[in-house]
């Protein structure tokens, strides 16, 4: 055989060493990004010295339901001061009666913005933020969302304890309640699989966002960062980008005992879960630099590993054995990483779900992004 024919004969199994480079890089992020978080030790700031007085700003518009449901879960929270600013924005329910009862039966600890519609102005869910912001009376502020639902009546304990002389924000965890069907499955997913890679990379000291769900900082950081005037021109952000923007090595913490999770309600059709996906995409086109390279690696990597199993299973029918242990060894890494993540954030039942759904998420999130991170949005 001649040297010319030697190289051919390598060249032809370039896709298993593709494949086997990919594998490479997904380990990477399995034990040394998620490995971060799967082996940390999840504690409890409850009976932390640090318990300042706390602002919860929320949100709403036209959540009349919500609010009945779960507004009570936050105002009767155990916790020694603190005060709820309700933003109402531009509710045409009954909202505005609700919040009304709600004030005569807690006159000192809820607060009730309201904004009305303006004929020629339309604005954002930043700028009702930006209102709840100023009209908190506490530097510490903690936000979650009119549909969500806190795990415990200590959630505000576990968050605010979280806060000390150097941190000034606080990442927690809000996964959606749990319901029959794929769709749920994969929004849970994708939920927990979001988490535990910002809850990671906060614990690298390298956090790139939050979840507005479940999100703390401070005022002062609120006006020092001048809030959300860098991304005011999109709707999604008030969460993700105001973290990646605002984030340092050493101001974060992330506060994930179960007492500090929050539920919220998921989307039951697959059309609005795409619209939720499509509205959240546009955010990540203004993470910095180095964060949108390491992300697009992640998830790059993870796609072009799936096309290349599949390629190599196609191109090598006689050496199957190969692309399978591939596949096998990133599995059982996946398995046994994440089965300690996934009890922290209590869903393990997803873990059995794990091999289909990994492959949904990659699919569908590529999809999904690919077709609406450039659309602008303007509205709630």
Same mark, same amino acid.
């Given at each position: 055989?001649?040297?010319?024919?030697?190289?051919?004969?390598?060249?032809?199994?370039?896709?298993?060493?593709?494949?086997?480079?990919?594998?490479?890089?997904?380990?990477?992020?399995?034990?040394?990004?998620?490995?971060? %978080?799967?082996?940390?030790?999840?504690?409890?700031?409850?009976?932390? /010295?640090?318990?300042?007085?706390?602002?919860?700003?929320?949100?709403?518009?036209?959540?009349?339901?919500?609010?009945?449901? #779960?507004?009570?879960?936050?105002?009767?929270?155990?916790?020694? %001061?603190?005060?709820?600013?309700?933003?109402?924005?531009?509710?045409? &329910?009954?909202?505005?009666?609700?919040?009304?009862? #709600?004030?005569?039966?807690?006159?000192?600890?809820?607060?009730?913005?309201?904004?009305?519609?303006?004929?020629?102005?339309?604005?954002?869910?930043?700028? $009702?933020?930006?209102?709840?912001?100023? $009209? /908190?009376?506490?530097?510490?502020?903690?936000?979650?969302?009119? &549909?969500?639902?806190? $795990?415990?009546?200590?959630?505000?304990?576990?968050?605010?304890? /979280?806060?000390?002389?150097?941190?000034?924000?606080?990442?927690?965890?809000?996964?959606?309640?749990?319901?029959?069907?794929?769709?749920?499955?994969?929004?849970?997913?994708?939920?927990?699989?979001?988490?535990?890679?910002?809850?990671?990379?906060?614990?690298?000291?390298? /956090?790139?966002?939050?979840?507005?769900?479940?999100?703390?900082?401070?005022?002062?950081?609120?006006?020092?960062?001048?809030? #959300?005037?860098?991304?005011?021109?999109?709707?999604?952000?008030?969460? &993700?980008?105001?973290?990646?923007?605002?984030?340092?090595?050493?101001?974060?913490?992330?506060?994930?005992?179960?007492?500090?999770?929050?539920?919220?309600?998921?989307?039951?059709?697959?059309?609005?879960?795409?619209?939720?996906?499509?509205?959240?995409?546009?955010?990540?086109?203004?993470?910095?630099?180095?964060?949108?390279?390491?992300?697009?690696?992640?998830?790059?990597?993870?796609?072009?590993?799936?096309?290349? %199993?599949?390629?190599?299973?196609?191109?090598?029918?006689?050496?199957?054995?190969?692309?399978?242990?591939?596949?096998?060894?990133?599995?059982?890494?996946?398995?046994?990483? #994440?089965?300690?993540?996934?009890?922290?954030?209590?869903?393990?039942?997803?873990?059995?779900?794990?091999?289909? %759904? &990994?492959?949904?998420?990659?699919?569908?999130?590529?999809?999904?992004?690919?077709?609406?991170?450039?659309?602008?949005?303007?509205?709630?």
């Amino acid at each position: 055989m001649t040297l010319l024919e030697q190289l051919l004969a390598y060249i032809s199994y370039t896709p298993i060493g593709v494949l086997g480079i990919l594998l490479l890089i997904q380990l990477y992020y399995i034990y040394f990004v998620y490995g971060k %978080l799967a082996f940390y030790p999840v504690k409890s700031f409850r009976e932390s /010295a640090h318990l300042p007085p706390i602002s919860v700003v929320i949100c709403a518009h036209n959540e009349e339901e919500n609010l009945k449901a #779960f507004l009570p879960h936050i105002l009767e929270q155990e916790y020694p %001061l603190f005060e709820v600013v309700l933003v109402d924005d531009c509710s045409d &329910d009954e909202s505005k009666w609700i919040l009304k009862e #709600f004030s005569t039966q807690y006159p000192d600890r809820l607060k009730v913005v309201e904004i009305k519609e303006h004929i020629r102005l339309k604005h954002s869910k930043k700028f $009702a933020l930006t209102m709840g912001v100023k $009209a /908190a009376k506490h530097e510490h502020l903690v936000f979650t969302d009119a &549909d969500c639902q806190p $795990a415990s009546p200590f959630w505000l304990a576990e968050t605010a304890g /979280a806060f000390s002389s150097q941190k000034e924000i606080v990442l927690g965890y809000s996964p959606y309640f749990k319901q029959r069907g794929l769709l749920n499955k994969l929004i849970r997913f994708e939920t927990t699989h979001t988490a535990m890679s910002y809850l990671s990379y906060a614990l690298k000291r390298n /956090a790139y966002m939050g979840v507005g769900r479940n999100l703390a900082y401070t005022k002062s950081l609120f006006y020092k960062g001048k809030g #959300f005037n860098k991304h005011m021109h999109i709707k999604s952000g008030d969460d &993700d980008l105001f973290v990646n923007h605002n984030a340092t090595r050493t101001n974060v913490n992330i506060a994930i005992h179960p007492d500090a999770h929050v539920h919220s309600v998921p989307k039951e059709t697959w059309r609005s879960y795409y619209k939720q996906k499509a509205r959240h995409s546009g955010a990540s086109t203004l993470y910095k630099g180095s964060h949108k390279r390491m992300l697009a690696i992640q998830l790059i990597s993870a796609l072009l590993f799936y096309f290349m %199993l599949a390629a190599c299973f196609v191109l090598y029918p006689n050496l199957w054995y190969i692309p399978l242990s591939m596949y096998s060894v990133r599995l059982l890494s996946q398995f046994l990483v #994440f089965n300690r993540i996934y009890t922290k954030l209590v869903v393990r039942d997803l873990l059995i779900w794990f091999p289909l %759904l &990994d492959i949904l998420y990659y699919f569908y999130i590529c999809f999904n992004g690919l077709f609406n991170r450039r659309k602008k949005q303007t509205s709630w």
